[in-house]
């Protein structure tokens, strides 16, 4: 079983960048697929980014592409997700997730293919 904490939310002007972060208690954080979801008020789930066991296989939500960046340092136990030249509309709480312990490189994007979540950290972007 793993706990995930995410941090590094905020206030931030458009334009500018975040660095999120989702560190991983128990064992075995290299062996979980993780992924990266938001939830804008009023709005459902929404898939934003993913990656493998190792690292090396990673996915992002189209509208997202060439903004954000996950990566994960599997040494620190932690999930990090890189988001530049934020937009308003980027505006969400951010939750990181964790597949149950598996052998493979595959990344997942739905919601119930992951078995853990954190609590969520807002990010607020202003115009």
């Known amino acids: 079983q793993v706990q995930l904490v995410e941090s590094g939310g905020g206030l931030v002007q458009a334009g500018g960048s975040l660095r999120l972060s989702c560190a991983a208690s128990?064992?075995?954080?290299?062996?979980?697929?993780m992924g990266w979801f938001r939830q804008a008020t009023g709005k459902e789930h929404e898939f934003v980014a993913a990656?493998?066991?190792?690292?090396?296989?990673?996915d992002y939500a189209d509208s997202l592409k060439g903004r954000f960046t996950i990566s994960r340092d599997n040494a620190k136990n932690t999930l990090y997700l890189q988001m530049n030249s934020l937009k308003p509309e980027d505006t969400a709480v951010y939750s990181c997730?964790?597949?149950?312990?598996?052998?493979?490189?595959?990344?997942?994007?739905?919601?119930?293919?992951?078995?853990?979540w954190g609590q969520g950290t807002q990010v607020t972007v202003s115009s």
């Open positions: 997730a964790a597949k149950s312990p598996h052998f493979s490189a595959a990344i997942y994007y739905r919601q119930d293919q992951y078995n853990y």
């Open positions: 128990g064992r075995s954080f290299g062996a979980y697929a």
């Open positions: 990656i493998s066991t190792s690292g090396g296989n990673t």
